[in-house]
């Protein structure tokens, strides 16, 4: 064991000097606790002796005073009290009240009145004080007597405290009522006999004991009702006591109460005081015993104790600060060549040349030591030297490879990152901030993966897959994947991910070289777009070709039943269906035509559309199978919009898509809404439509487009709606889009160029 790793960082002198003054004061300290245990043992056990002795002797004048009080008592009850209750025929109550007098005039000084009391409380004898007073108190006493008595099943006597009137002129008086009650021979209560005793008289010389030990006396029934206590006390005018087992436990303690009620004596340490207890049994069975207990500070016993340890630590102190100065002096002529070789050692550390040898003298270790680390220190020097010339050398090459290696990484065109062994930047070049918008002083210090991923389930997935790469081959080359910019949009690249670590196997961090692939997508995306339309094209026009021919004989066939219907007078209803039906023939074949203009790339004349108009006659066209489907159409626009470029037919065919998908994205009903706004400074009418329904989740919003793409296979989609509206839109220079919040409606908004 190290004891020098006890402590904190302290030069020699000190760890001397404590050495020399743990050697002085811990046999010191070991003594003096050892006295200190046995004074105060010692101290201790005369105490309890002490207390004990105390107890003794009030208990004889207690004891005493209490027998002699119910001898008294035990007479008049056979003498008056019990001829009085219990017989028929009774003595005269004057001569009964003379022998009370005379048998209360035979008693010593504690007892001073007899009272006899019938079961109903009332006064039937009284023998005292003849004063004026005695007559004034003579119907006191006999209910709180009763009630005392009756909460009692045995005929043993009833100790209570109360305040009379004695008949002097020192007024009411603390006293101690000693009842005993009086019952037939089938236990009925009859009566009541009292001895009334004062208390000064009665519990006289309980205070006394030893000088030493101030403390308190007590005298208390079993319930925890005093009947005398010497510290509540007021000059014997009142008796303070507290009538409260809550007081009693705290001063005796329920440990001590309960040995006292047992018939035990003996001392307990309760709090800050030592308490002797005894239980004072008068002799009658069944009769709860009266706890007298005596109990005196802690800080009267130890006030002996702490005096002789005040002069104990001062002999102590003066001790211990002539061993410290001896251990100063010691430690001074041995740590003086420890110092000199401490102050040589840290030249030598600072690459300074130490002035001369050492002159250490002490003919000992020290001085072998002392020349030792002069052969030392000149070979070091020698070593020094030589290393430094290496070192500029090589820091010289080192520099040129790193001014070349930087030039390279930092005008790459690709992302260069470096990242440090948790995955935080620590390399950022000017491709990175090129490709993802972070200037240097941005991204160094900040996780690689929180800033450049993109969020998402996929995300966890790909991590896992990078992780299983590096942790078999040590890289990841050129895999395809999205990072993401700091404007929060997603970067399609190419990454390659690769582990860097030292000789010895230790992770040093990582690089990741990350090549723009937007260019690469794109090209990819249009050509797989070209090829889709080019299949669509082919098959559109095939579709327009041999849906003509029949809509042609459709066409003829309407015209000529419309002929037939007005030659022979067919109701007007009739008339209007089949104009109905005929208007839904020719827009068919607008369709047809519009599917071989998709097809074909072919050009429309361009004329004036009011698009007012337009969505008007489609509200009306669609007001029945809208108001068939619980769908209301709000109509709210302004009156002097003005005229756009393109085809009526084709923009007709534009918003009935939207308005028929709008529709059925509602199955349930609801509000189709339409917003018609110019803005100036594209030149363009734009019209958004949009609706109360679920609208299309964001991540089929790119693909609503595409021809042949749709949602509703249950409801007969084609897929080719949206794909002809974009069609059309693109032709007459305008655009159609989608957008609306991720859990909200989607908003489709047409765009028209303005004639000007």
């Given at each position: 064991?190290?004891?020098?790793?006890?402590?904190?960082?302290?030069?020699?002198?000190?760890?001397?000097?404590?050495?020399?003054?743990?050697?002085?004061?811990?046999?010191?300290?070991?003594?003096?606790?050892?006295?200190?245990?046995?004074?105060?043992?010692?101290?201790?056990?005369?105490?309890?002796?002490?207390?004990?002795?105390?107890?003794?002797?009030?208990?004889?004048?207690?004891?005493?005073?209490?027998?002699?009080?119910?001898?008294?008592?035990?007479?008049?009850?056979?003498?008056?009290?019990?001829?009085?209750?219990?017989?028929?025929?009774?003595?005269?109550?004057?001569?009964?009240?003379?022998?009370?007098?005379?048998?209360?005039?035979?008693?010593?000084?504690?007892?001073?009145?007899?009272?006899?009391?019938?079961?109903?409380?009332?006064?039937?004898?009284?023998?005292?004080?003849?004063?004026?007073?005695?007559?004034?108190?003579?119907?006191?006493?006999?209910?709180?007597?009763?009630?005392?008595?009756?909460?009692?099943?045995?005929?043993?006597?009833?100790?209570?405290?109360?305040?009379?009137?004695?008949?002097?002129?020192?007024?009411?008086?603390?006293?101690?009522?000693?009842?005993?009650?009086?019952?037939?021979?089938?236990?009925?209560?009859?009566?009541?006999?009292?001895?009334?005793?004062?208390?000064?008289?009665?519990?006289?010389?309980?205070?006394?004991?030893?000088?030493?030990?101030?403390?308190?006396?007590?005298?208390?029934?079993?319930?925890?009702?005093?009947?005398?206590?010497?510290?509540?006390?007021?000059?014997?005018?009142?008796?303070?006591?507290?009538?409260?087992?809550?007081?009693?436990?705290?001063?005796?303690?329920?440990e001590a109460l309960g040995a006292a009620l047992r018939g035990e004596s003996g001392t307990r340490r309760v709090g800050n005081s030592l308490v002797g207890f005894t239980a004072l049994g008068l002799g009658t069975p069944g009769e709860p015993p009266l706890v007298l207990y005596r109990s005196v500070s802690m800080n009267a016993i130890l006030a002996p104790l702490q005096r002789f340890l005040l002069r104990g630590a001062g002999g102590a102190a003066v001790m211990l600060a002539v061993v410290l100065s001896l251990a100063v002096l010691a430690a001074r002529q041995l740590t003086r060549p420890l110092y000199r070789l401490r102050t040589a050692a840290g030249q030598v550390a600072r690459g300074e040349d130490p002035a001369g040898t050492l002159q250490v003298e002490t003919n000992d270790e020290l001085e072998d030591l002392a020349a030792d680390f002069d052969t030392m220190s000149r070979h070091l020097q020698q070593a020094r030297h030589e290393l430094e010339s290496l070192v500029e050398e090589r820091t010289r090459a080192l520099e040129v490879t790193r001014a070349e290696l930087s030039e390279v990484i930092t005008h790459s065109a690709d992302?260069?990152?470096?990242?440090?062994?948790?995955?935080?930047?620590?390399?950022?070049?000017?491709?990175?901030?090129?490709?993802?918008?972070?200037?240097?002083?941005?991204?160094?210090?900040?996780?690689?993966?929180?800033?450049?991923?993109?969020?998402?389930?996929?995300?966890?997935?790909?991590?896992?897959?990078?992780?299983?790469?590096?942790?078999?081959?040590?890289?990841?080359?050129?895999?395809?994947?999205?990072?993401?910019?700091?404007?929060?949009?997603?970067?399609?690249?190419?990454?390659?991910?690769?582990?860097?670590?030292?000789?010895?196997?230790?992770?040093?961090?990582?690089?990741?070289?990350?090549?723009?692939?937007?260019?690469?997508?794109?090209?990819?995306?249009?050509?797989?777009?070209?090829?889709?339309?080019?299949?669509?094209?082919i098959m559109a026009a095939g579709l327009a070709h041999e849906l003509n021919n029949p809509l042609s004989i459709l066409c003829n066939r309407m015209e000529l039943i419309l002929g037939d219907a007005e030659r022979e007078g067919v109701s007007d209803r009739l008339q209007r269906d089949l104009q109905v039906v005929g208007d839904k023939v020719e827009r068919i074949q607008a369709i047809t035509s519009d599917l071989l203009s998709f097809a074909r790339e072919g050009e429309t004349e361009p004329q004036a559309v009011a698009v007012g108009d337009v969505l008007g006659r489609l509200l009306r066209l669609f007001d029945r199978t809208l108001r068939k489907a619980g769908v209301h159409a709000c109509l709210d626009w302004p009156t002097d919009l003005p005229l756009v470029y393109g085809n009526e037919k084709a923009i007709e065919t534009i918003f009935a898509n939207l308005i028929l998908n709008a529709q059925q994205a509602m199955t349930e009903g609801g509000e189709i809404f339409f917003d018609v706004r110019v803005e100036s400074e594209t030149s363009q009418l734009a019209v958004d439509v949009f609706d109360s329904g679920p609208g299309v989740p964001p991540e089929l919003r790119k693909r609503v487009f595409e021809p042949f793409f749709t949602t509703k296979n249950d409801q007969g989609g084609t897929g080719l709606g949206l794909a002809v509206c974009r069609a059309i839109a693109e032709r007459l220079g305008g655009s159609v889009a989608v957008d609306g919040p991720p859990d909200g409606p989607s908003r489709f908004t047409v765009r028209l160029p303005i004639i000007t």
């Open positions: 064991m190290n004891v020098n790793k006890l402590f904190p960082r302290l030069s020699i002198r000190a760890k001397l000097a404590i050495a020399f003054l743990a050697l002085a004061s811990v046999p010191a300290l070991a003594f003096g606790a050892g006295s200190t245990w046995l004074i105060l043992e010692g101290r201790r056990a005369r105490t309890e002796e002490t207390i004990q002795h105390d107890l003794e002797r009030a208990t004889l004048r207690v004891s005493r005073s209490l027998a002699e009080v119910r001898n008294h008592l035990a007479l008049a009850r056979v003498a008056f009290a019990e001829p009085w209750l219990l017989r028929d025929s009774l003595p005269a109550r004057a001569g009964l009240a003379r022998f009370a007098d005379a048998e209360l005039s035979l008693a010593d000084d504690a007892l001073f009145r007899i009272k006899v009391f019938d079961a109903q409380g009332d006064l039937l004898l009284q023998t005292g004080p003849s004063s004026a007073d005695a007559g004034a108190m003579a119907g006191t006493g006999g209910m709180l007597y009763l009630v005392a008595v009756e909460g009692t099943s045995g005929s043993g006597p009833v100790y209570l405290p109360v305040e009379l009137a004695d008949g002097s002129s020192e007024g009411l008086v603390p006293a101690v009522a000693v009842l005993e009650p009086v019952r037939d021979a089938g236990g009925e209560l009859v009566g009541i006999l009292a001895g009334e005793a004062r208390a000064s008289t009665l519990f006289a010389g309980i205070d006394d004991a030893s000088p030493e030990l101030p403390g308190r006396t007590a005298v208390v029934r079993a319930d925890g009702l005093y009947l005398y206590h010497s510290g509540e006390k007021r000059d014997w005018n009142r008796l303070l006591a507290e009538h409260s087992p809550a007081r009693l436990s705290e001063e005796l303690g329920s992302a260069i990152i470096g990242l440090d062994p948790t995955g935080r930047i620590r390399l950022w070049n000017l491709g990175a901030e090129a490709l993802f918008g972070y200037t240097v002083d941005e991204a160094i210090g900040e996780d690689g993966e929180d800033l450049l991923e993109c969020k998402g389930p996929e995300t966890e997935h790909e991590r896992a897959y990078i992780r299983q790469l590096l942790a078999g081959d040590g890289a990841v080359v050129n895999l395809r994947t999205q990072r993401r910019h700091r404007d929060g949009s997603s970067i399609p690249v190419s990454l390659t991910h690769t582990r860097i670590r030292g000789s010895e196997g230790r992770s040093l961090g990582a690089s990741l070289v990350i090549r723009d692939d937007r260019m690469h997508a794109q090209l990819e995306e249009h050509m797989r777009r070209s090829e889709r339309l080019a299949a669509v094209s």
